[in-house]
């Protein structure tokens, strides 16, 4: 069964450096998503893409945080500088469309911890 | 701003005993999708409910969607330990650009 990949699993780093993260989604899924989720809490839609462009970013910290799917494949999402608060698991996810009625296939995240 | 309430935040049973968790909106919503989280997992979907009033079941979880769009529950009956781990209602607020959006989940833990 196709799934989405995610890597580094783990990452730790110290704040003020730049971490970035990759993720492959399912083949021929349209649209990706990244997700922050704090330890007891629902995940947080940081970004979206649907093919190659960002169709929903308003909650990403855009000073510091960017994201990108230049061929409508794979994706990174990194933070400049990274932040003690930003302590949490980045979870990535893929659709076959966008419009919020289809299953979101996760991959296994990122945990990140800024020292 | 639009909000997916889920209650309760944690649930421990016996096994064998039911639960049930709680999804509330404050607007209608378009859908319900329904994920589980193994502790160290990631969320894996398990339903979408669609319609007003619409029941479905999956083996020993039965999903609810309410008659005005706007709860929705799932309950377990006779827990297993496999059951174990965080239980996240999703959906599409009235009025939203089709963003779904989770509730904080309801944990389950079972004593074996």
């Known amino acids: 069964e196709a799934e989405v990949a995610q890597s580094p699993r783990y990452k730790i780093t110290e704040k003020s450096q730049a971490v970035a993260f990759w993720c492959d989604p399912i083949s021929g899924h349209a649209t990706l998503y990244w997700y922050r989720q704090i330890l007891g809490q629902g995940p947080e839609l940081l970004v979206q893409f649907q093919d190659e462009s960002v169709v929903d970013d308003s909650q990403l910290p855009k000073d510091r945080f960017s994201a990108e799917r230049l061929k409508g494949v794979d994706s990174t999402l990194k933070i400049q500088p990274a932040e003690l608060g930003d302590s949490a698991m980045y979870l990535c996810?893929?659709?076959?469309?966008?419009?919020?009625?289809?299953?979101?296939?996760f991959g296994p995240g990122t945990r990140l911890t800024v020292t | 701003g639009q909000q997916v309430m889920q209650i309760p935040q944690y649930q421990h049973v016996q096994e064998g005993e039911d639960f049930t968790t709680y999804c509330n909106s404050s607007t209608t919503l378009s859908n319900i999708q329904w994920y589980k989280q193994r502790p160290g997992g990631h969320p894996v979907f398990l339903i979408q409910?669609?319609?007003?009033?619409e029941v479905k079941k999956q083996k020993r979880l039965t999903f609810q969607f309410g008659e005005a769009k706007k709860n929705s529950s799932l309950h377990i009956t006779a827990t297993q330990t496999t059951d174990v781990g965080t239980y996240f209602c999703a959906g599409i607020p009235g009025g939203s650009n089709y963003k779904l959006t989770f509730g904080k989940g309801t944990l389950l833990t079972v004593n074996p």
């Open positions: 996810a893929s659709s076959r469309q966008g419009d919020g009625f289809y299953e979101q296939y």
């Open positions: 409910l669609v319609k007003s009033g």
